[in-house]
Nanobody, 116 residues
Framework: QVQLVESGGGLVQPGGSLRLSCAAS????????MSWYRQAPGKERELVAA????????NYADSVKGRFTISRGNAKNTVFLQMNSLKPDDTAVYYC?????????WGQGTQVTVSS
């Protein structure tokens, strides 16, 4: 079965960096686009970044452009989110997502807290 396991979250000061990882299993990872979402308390879950199956094209939410980078390692079935210049507004639970029709699959999430 599909499994997505996020890691790498934590507490970081404003301006700091974190690298999130999502380890995938149970499907042919290299055949599917992957994405990162986040959900802050009291807010809707929102798309942060997405990447095509071969990793040659990405897109980002306007709020993270120039600060976050999504990448993937198809040999290790892992998708990453490098987050730089973090702001308090980036505080949220971050999830990776697989869309494989007719279902969406989500990991359990990893908490990112940006605070001094």
């Amino acid at each position: 079965q599909v499994q997505l396991v996020e890691s790498g979250g934590g507490l970081v000061q404003p301006g700091g960096s974190l690298r999130l990882s999502c380890a995938a299993s149970g499907f042919t990872f290299s055949s599917y686009a992957m994405s990162w979402y986040r959900q802050a308390p009291g807010k809707e879950r929102e798309l942060v970044a997405a990447i095509t199956p071969p990793g040659d094209s990405t897109n980002y939410a306007d709020s993270v452009k120039g600060r976050f980078t999504i990448s993937r390692g198809n040999a290790k079935n892992t998708v990453f989110l490098q987050m730089n210049s973090l702001k308090p507004d980036d505080t949220a639970v971050y999830y990776c997502k697989l869309s494989r029709r007719p279902y969406d699959y989500w990991g359990q999430g990893t908490q990112v807290t940006v605070s001094s």
